[in-house]
Nanobody, 113 residues
Framework: QVQLVESGGGLVQAGGSLRLSCATT????????MGWYRQAPGKQRELVAS???????NYADSMKGRFTISRDNAKMTVYLQMNSLKPEDTAVYYC???????WGQGTQVTVSS
């Protein structure tokens, strides 16, 4: 069974930074586009950013310039560096192996004003 394990969430003040990690031991990592999604209370899950196996990145407009997605194929880990955090970034953040359809369990990010 494929497992994606997120970590790095927590409570941070507005303007602060967090770095999320999503690790797997599955070799599906190498050929999957990896994505970070988030879901705030009462809202639909939305794509934050994605990165292809070759390193091509894509961001939601509201995250451009503040968030950076990266991956380490040797460690089978994808990262999301989040800077200049805002209270509206508060959500559960999930990673997904987008080609294979596997989700992680999510990690809570809370940004206080």
């Amino acid at each position: 069974q494929v497992q994606l394990v997120e970590s790095g969430g927590g409570l941070v003040q507005a303007g602060g930074s967090l770095r999320l990690s999503c690790a797997t031991t599955s070799r599906i990592f190498s050929f999957n586009t990896m994505g970070w999604y988030r879901q705030a209370p009462g809202k639909q899950r939305e794509l934050v950013a994605s990165i292809s196996s070759g390193g091509y990145t894509n961001y939601a407009d509201s995250m451009k310039g503040r968030f950076t997605i990266s991956r380490d194929n040797a460690k089978m880990t994808v990262y999301l560096q989040m800077n200049s955090l805002k209270p509206e970034d508060t959500a559960v953040y999930y990673c997904k192996a987008m080609n294979s359809g596997y989700w992680g369990q999510g990690t809570q990010v809370t940004v206080s004003s």
